[in-house]
């Protein structure tokens, strides 16, 4: 019944006051029944205080009921709980379901949007949606047509519609909404079209739009404070977003920022990175690209930038700095700090201060990382902060129309969107991987609005002498930039991780499994293979005093394109080629939800 | 030559999975090299078609076209042509579809429910190197060339570059 008072409350405030909306969400997150944004809670830390499935049982899970979505491309995301209801979305054409908890998740209502298909060849990789996001009553979903809707919760009516962006210019989206105090913030997709990467605020009761900073362009464009806004401590200056292109290269310049964001209400802040600079030729736009490729701390209400930092300089390999700012606080040197904690592209897991932007921590997360040798971390050198680039697999160096082979990791990244957890008990990161590694060629292309600009051609197969999977499911120390434990995965681990406090870590595999391995150990503890490939996020939450576990299988993304046919290594003549695992040969195509609950 | 440079494709084809069709299965018109002209080749109706020599090397359009493939069509298409989980294996279109309708497809796209195939007509980095992305499947789809990319290339001829130049802009 507690379930249920905290929904109609929910209710009442928002028919009361705007400025309790935010109110809302935070009980319900802070609700361990209930499952109330897609990345757990305004940290990212996507862990959950549940532990009646625990690693003492967690062998004995079954399956308690489970719901197809009628749709087979990419699911990515997870659905979410509120009160005793549970949101499930789709890949385009964004079909949101709403299921009723106490009654065998019959389907209260369903909105299906009106989208033209001409939007989805305008999306790089699969037309994935990585989830609805709930408060004040409402259900946020943003289309792949990037219109903003927000839902009545009750009756899935629409209360308001915001057009974020033009898809005949390449601008759709993927990502799920951050809901906070009176705002809906929201990214953009398209880097591969050469699209200028930007973040908006909308009225959460009204839809209207509150501010837009873009990822690069003039000061008042980027909301960028020339002496308050800072770059590992130093104030950016005057057009910062502008000073590091060439010409006007910088309006087709990409940063979209299709990640996930994370906030800290206490600092008013909050947190995301944007993606690579268009084009993936780094000849046709030389600089340091500022501000692709870089993690941003953006004051909630007016959008300004608190502070900067570009982890990849003048991109060359595709390492969009999209993933989530996982937030924390731990103890370092004795003392306890505010952290955040990425897991970037290009290798390496990087520990901030979240307060004042500083580094430090930048270690790699998967030991093939080849293209640097690692961060300067020494505040007086000229190249703080900056990775130093090997040439051997520098592409710009390098040069257009040459061929660089061996660079670890792929395009795809060590890590791409699929969302890390964190346990405040073990303070432990657990990290879905990819251990992929690429050849890369840049050459000239011209750009044309709408179509896709990329400039590159290149080549994946898994990293050469290791185990022979792409991917690794890892435990990360982010205090002394360790790995603790890792586990081979024959296919990259494309699903976000949950953590619980019954000592168990779950995440799913391409093949379709949902698997629940010991926190402390990674100890495999529970498999299940699902219908379909997993590249959703693992949730839970509890009805009628039960722990339920969710898992979105649908095979698809990035993972359904490089991976179906099975990847081949040029570089290894002819007798290799075939020799890798197809995707294609363990799972096909299919949208289905699966809930696991402990036998009664 | 050119049936001596098939034998050597068939060979090499030997052992991978059949989901490109065998050249022995297609007729020869379609692909062997009837003429050639500043390193670019065409079959006896005229069509552009690929050339690989017997120690492997390509000419450049089927090494283009690898190229071009894998920056803008590999993203729903697959690599090598070889499908994705919603999108076909191009490898067989070109000899499916033919010449004139493969460019008719590419230029206005088509649709089929949500399956959409974009237009690529205004997008010079695809329009410029139509014939390049068309050899370089048809080859992939009669496995004359392997998967992955072409270890050897002819020199890009001074024609196709001038071409290039002018279609850039």
Known sequence: MKKLKLFTSGIALCA?????????????????????????????????????????????????????????????????????????????????????????????????????????????????????????????????????????????????????????????????????????????????????????????????????????????????????????????????????????????????????????????????????????????????????????????????????????????????????????????????????THFDRNGLAYTMDRVSGELLVAEKFDPVVNWTTGVDMDPASDTYGRPAVVAQYSTAQNGEDVNTTGVCPAALGTKDQQPAAYSPETQMFYVPTNHVCMDYEPFRVSYTAGQPYVGATLSMYPAPDSHGGMGNFIAWDNINGEIKWSIPEKFSVWSGAL????????????????????????????????????????????????????????????????????????????GAVGGYAALSDYTALGGQLTVFALPN | MNIKHCTIALGLAVGLPMTALAESQVDPAIYEVAESEDGRHYTEDGTPTFNIAEDGTVDWLTFSGFRRYHAECHVCHGPDGEGSTYAPAVKNSAIDLGYDQFFEVVVNGRENGNSVMPHFGDNRNVMCYLDDIYVYLKARGLDAVPRGRPAKKEAKSDVIREDEDACMG
């Open chain 1, 16 to 340: 009361a006051s705007m400025a309790f909306a935010n109110d809302d969400l935070i009980a319900q997150m802070d609700d361990p029944g209930q499952w109330a944004i897609q990345t757990g809670d305004y940290k990212n830390q996507r862990f959950s205080q549940l532990d009646q499935i625990n690693a003492e049982n967690v062998g004995d899970l079954q399956v308690a009921w489970t719901f197809s979505t009628g749709v087979l491309r990419g699911h990515e995301g997870s659905p979410l709980v509120i009160g005793d209801v549970m949101y499930v979305h789709t890949p385009f054409p964004n079909i949101v379901y709403a299921l009723d908890l106490k009654n065998e998740g019959k389907i209260i209502w369903k909105y299906e949007p009106k989208q033209d298909p001409d939007v989805i060849p305008v999306m790089c990789c699969d037309t994935v949606n990585r989830g609805v996001a709930y408060a004040d009553g409402k259900i946020f979903l943003h289309q792949a047509d990037t219109k903003v809707v927000a839902l009545n919760a009750e009756t899935g009516a629409v209360e308001w519609e915001a057009q974020n962006g033009d898809p005949a210019i390449g601008e759709t989206n993927t990502a799920t909404v951050l809901p906070i105090k009176d705002k809906v913030i929201v990214g953009i997709s398209g880097g591969e079209f050469g699209v200028r990467g930007h973040t908006t605020a909308y009225d959460m009761a009204t839809g209207e739009q509150v501010w837009r900073a873009y990822s690069m362009g003039p000061d008042s464009d980027i909301l960028a404070d020339p002496e308050k806004t800072t770059h590992l401590g130093q104030p950016v200056g005057a057009d910062s977003g502008t000073n590091t292109w060439e010409g006007d290269q910088w309006m087709i310049g990409g940063g979209t920022t299709w990640g996930w964001y994370s906030a800290d209400l206490d600092e008013n802040l909050f947190y995301y990175g944007t993606g690579n600079p268009s084009t993936w030729n780094p000849a046709q736009r030389p600089g340091d690209n500022r501000w692709s490729m870089t993690v941003m701390a953006r004051d909630i209400d007016t959008g300004m930038a608190k502070w900067f930092y570009q982890m990849t300089p003048h991109d060359e390999w595709d390492y969009d700095g999209v993933n989530e700012m996982i937030l924390s606080e731990q103890e370092i040197d004795g003392t306890e700090r505010k952290l955040l």
């Open chain 1, 499 to 574: 953590a619980t406090a019954g000592d168990i870590v779950f995440y799913g595999t391409l093949e379709g499994h949902l698997k629940a391995v010991h926190a402390e150990t990674g100890e495999e503890l529970y498999r299940f293979k699902t219908p379909s490939g997993i590249i959703g996020n693992v949730m839970t939450y509890t009805s009628d005093g039960r722990q339920y576990v969710g898992i979105l299988s649908g095979v698809g993304g990035w993972a359904g394109i490089g991976l179906a046919a099975g990847l081949t290594n040029p570089n290894d003549g002819l």
